[in-house]
């Protein structure tokens, strides 16, 4: 099992771009989340699925929208680039119940110029 | 809200040395606790994850202790190693909010 994949592992981009970044699961998990992590911050929850066709947002989602059209896959996209995106993005995975450990990806380091 | 405090930010200790990490969070409706680590430039690992309903749990060399009432959990790390340096992390998971983290460096 791969577990958690995230792509791409790191992206430059222009203020005003936008992407996409990728998280892939393969076992099963009902719950995904996206996170960013900043210096001296801790994670801090973005948007979280859970479930197909469902999101929701967390802590920080200005600036961010998701979707979940496959279970095993969360998209995070970013319509219009800002400095303050600048930073190293997480997904996570986990289903709730007596296991509940939460999975991470490898992180994507983002930078906005 | 939910607030998720890890102290100190970053401790050194020489090798052999029992430590302990410590979490306090606000609300001790947190559902379950988890204990990370996360190496420098990887993703988090998870270590440890106490259920509400329990008091401890044991892998190993660490030993993870939770208390609503006082709103702490303790991440107890037995005999240290150079390979136990790293940053540890504690996540409240029914908020799912994250400490800071302890950046641990165990000195040989």
């Known amino acids: 099992n791969a577990g958690v994949t995230q792509t791409p592992k790191f992206r430059v981009l222009k203020t005003g771009q936008s992407m996409t970044l990728l998280c892939a699961q393969d076992m099963n998990h009902e719950y995904m989340y996206w996170y960013r992590q900043d210096p001296g911050m801790g994670l801090r929850l973005i948007h979280y699925?859970?479930?197909?066709?469902?999101?929701a947002k967390g802590e920080v989602p200005d600036g961010y929208n998701v979707s979940r059209l496959k279970k095993q896959n969360f998209l995070l996209g970013l319509e219009s680039a800002a400095p303050s995106q600048t930073s190293v993005y997480f997904c996570?995975?986990?289903?709730?119940?007596?296991?509940?450990?939460?999975?991470f990806g490898p992180g994507t380091r983002l930078t906005v110029l | 809200k939910q607030e998720v405090t890890q102290i100190p930010a970053a401790l050194s200790v020489p090798e052999g040395e029992n430590l302990v990490l410590n979490c306090s969070f606000t609300d001790s409706a947190i559902y379950n606790l988890q204990w990370f680590r996360q190496d420098p430039g990887k993703g988090l690992t998870s270590l440890l994850l106490?259920?509400?309903?329990?008091r401890e749990q044991t892998s190993g060399r660490l030993n993870a202790s939770l208390d609503k009432s006082s709103g702490r959990s303790t991440l107890y790390i037995a005999a240290s190693q150079p390979g136990d340096s790293a940053t540890y992390l504690c996540a409240a998971l029914r908020d799912m909010r994250f400490g800071a983290g302890t950046r641990l460096t165990v000195k040989p």
């Open positions: 699925s859970v479930g197909e066709g469902t999101t």
């Open positions: 106490i259920q509400s309903s329990q």
């Open positions: 996570a995975s986990r289903t709730p119940g007596r296991g509940d450990t939460q999975y």
